[in-house]
């Protein structure tokens, strides 16, 4: 009766632990920063917009995050403005989104698994192109594909929106950077957790020289 009784026990027990050791190799492999290959290059400024994790589990019905569905609307609209007017000017605008298709993470919270309607994109995008690359780290070029396309399109700077400042967002220039690109960010498209940590970020990375712009001054720079 002993042996059955911790049988049962144990079983419990071994599972929480494998979910706990999963998670937590999980949460460092989804931090790493790729380097890549430096892109050469030249004295013409081709661009790309990114626009990053805006989903249905970020921004959307499915978010837990009440400061991010506070501030959707508002930083919808203005990607929506910039991607709508970046495709008429030629510049190609580029979706990226989280999918997780770890299967211990997502017993434990499947928002962000395959088909699930956390992943898809927030549904007041006003999606401008089919240039949409999925992404399992917080890095968005840790999906190959993103670098081909970039390169294929002699892409040398990108201007990122979307969220989140101190996570994707942060990880993905840090990348970008690695591999020589020039680094803009629209300061009223991007979101961090609170207003005053989205100051702290803006100020962080213009103070490293990145250009930091408004929606409006970026609709400008592109007539």
């Not at 970020?201 to 720079?221: A, I, M, N």
Request: hydrophobic share 40%; with cysteine; charged share 25%.
């Amino acid at each position: 009766m002993k042996k059955i009784i911790f049988t049962i026990i144990s079983i419990p027990v071994l599972i929480i632990l494998i979910l706990a050791v999963n998670f937590i190799i999980f949460q460092n492999s989804v931090e790493e920063i790729s380097t890549g290959r430096p892109i050469t290059k030249n004295d013409t400024i081709k661009q790309a917009l990114l626009v990053i994790d805006i989903q249905e589990g970020t921004t959307g019905a499915y978010s837990e995050n009440e400061y991010y569905k506070k501030r959707a609307e508002e930083t919808i609209s203005v990607v929506n403005l910039l991607a709508d007017s970046s495709r008429k000017a030629n510049i190609p605008v580029v979706y990226i989104q989280t999918v997780l298709r770890d299967f211990l993470i997502n017993i434990l919270n499947d928002t962000y698994a395959p088909d699930s309607e956390g992943s898809k994109l927030d549904l007041r995008l006003k999606l401008v192109s089919g240039n949409i690359f999925e992404k399992d780290k917080a890095d968005a070029f840790c999906n190959p594909e993103l670098d081909k396309f970039l390169i294929d399109n002699k892409i040398n700077k990108l201007v990122f929106t979307g969220l989140d400042l101190d996570g994707c967002v942060k990880n993905t220039i840090e990348a970008a950077k690695n591999r020589n690109y020039d680094i803009c960010l629209v300061s009223d498209a991007v979101l961090a957790k609170s207003d005053s940590l989205m100051t702290v970020k803006l100020d962080y990375f213009g103070e490293r020289g990145y250009e930091v712009v408004t929606g409006k001054e970026y609709l400008q720079s592109i007539r």
